[in-house]
């Protein structure tokens, strides 16, 4: 799918809820992915962890390649790897669509964001949650899409961190065109100030691996979220 295309997708459907392949069953991520193509889920945030940039290990191209097989949702991977540049090629031959590294892993950001477009998929930028917008406004104009960590990266089901919400905030003046993703602690009490902060994509794991009916989970975060969002544009058109 070309760049354009999956920003189509992606845009067409905010607020937009990401389920977080690192809280799913890996022993049956077939049926994970069946089970989340039935709950209408519209995109699959893919979360590549190193044991280097981030204390924890899971998974890299070869899984990616064939969980690719399985769906065409499109994939937003989730790089939180040293030296995104060296396995860049190796992400976008697996098949994913949108490409996030963190801005804390690369000495420069732009050639590895221009780098992502080139090859026509989307270009993210993610920060951690010490790392001030300041860092990424250089590279606004190469972003695609900018990923705020609302907790340190590295594991799933750790505490909402609300500093996250004033660089949703900072985020959404600066560029009103991003798009806009939240990584970390979402769930029903911490999606409505997300998205009324300005973001546009939830990436979510905890809050619908732990439940028994993903489509439920999914709707009603959307549904919670999309209120917010409402609320947002009402404010904004005073
Ligand atoms: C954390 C990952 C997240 C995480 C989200 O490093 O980037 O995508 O799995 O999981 P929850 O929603 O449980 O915080
Ligand atoms: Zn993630």
Redesign the pocket.
Known sequence: MSRLATLEILSAHLPLIAP?M??CDFGNLYREVELLDCADARVL?L?V?DGHF?P?LSYGPVVIERLRELTTLPFDA?L?ISDPGRYLDDFLRAGCEAVTFHIEAVPDAGPLLRRIREADAVAGLALNPGTPVERVEPFLADCDLVLV?S????????K?QSTALGKLRRLRELSPSLLLSV?????PETIGPSSAAGADLF?????IFKTDDYGQAIAQLAATAADARADRSTLTSR
């Open positions: 977080s690192l809280k945030h979360d962890m981030v924890n989730h939180m960590m907790v340190e990266p590295g594991f799933g089901g750790q909402f990584d970390g602690g979402i769930g990436v979510v794991g905890s809050a």
